[in-house]
Nanobody
Framework: QVQFVESGGGLVQPGGSLRLSCAAH????????MGWYRQAPGKQRELVAS???????NYVDSVKGRFTISRDNAKNTVYLQMRSLKPEDTAVYYC?????????WGQGTQVTVSS
């Protein structure tokens, strides 16, 4: 079973940028779709970005044009570059299989966007 360790979160001002990393303990090569999810206080976890092995990406409308997902299968790592951050992006961010989060969840990394 693959385990995920997310990092790179923090406190950032509106308009700022962060790059999140997800290190997988185990190979992600066979995971067709990898995704980044987030869960804000009092809300359900949502999938915000996903990427197939072939490089096709998909984003939720609220982050299109601002977030970029990438994956390095050789390093078993998935990234999420976040730009033009907004207060509504504040959440705990997780990576997982990118359709339904079928694998065990990691601890996530907290992103707080506030002035």
């Amino acid at each position: 079973q693959v385990q995920f360790v997310e990092s790179g979160g923090g406190l950032v001002q509106p308009g700022g940028s962060l790059r999140l990393s997800c290190a997988a303990h185990g190979s992600i090569f066979r995971i067709y779709v990898m995704g980044w999810y987030r869960q804000a206080p009092g809300k359900q976890r949502e999938l915000v970005a996903s990427m197939t092995i072939g490089g096709s990406t998909n984003y939720v409308d609220s982050v299109k044009g601002r977030f970029t997902i990438s994956r390095d299968n050789a390093k078993n790592t998935v990234y999420l570059q976040m730009r033009s951050l907004k207060p509504e992006d504040t959440a705990v961010y997780y990576c997982n299989e990118g359709t339904q989060g079928l694998l065990d969840w990691g601890q996530g990394t907290q992103v707080t966007v506030s002035s």
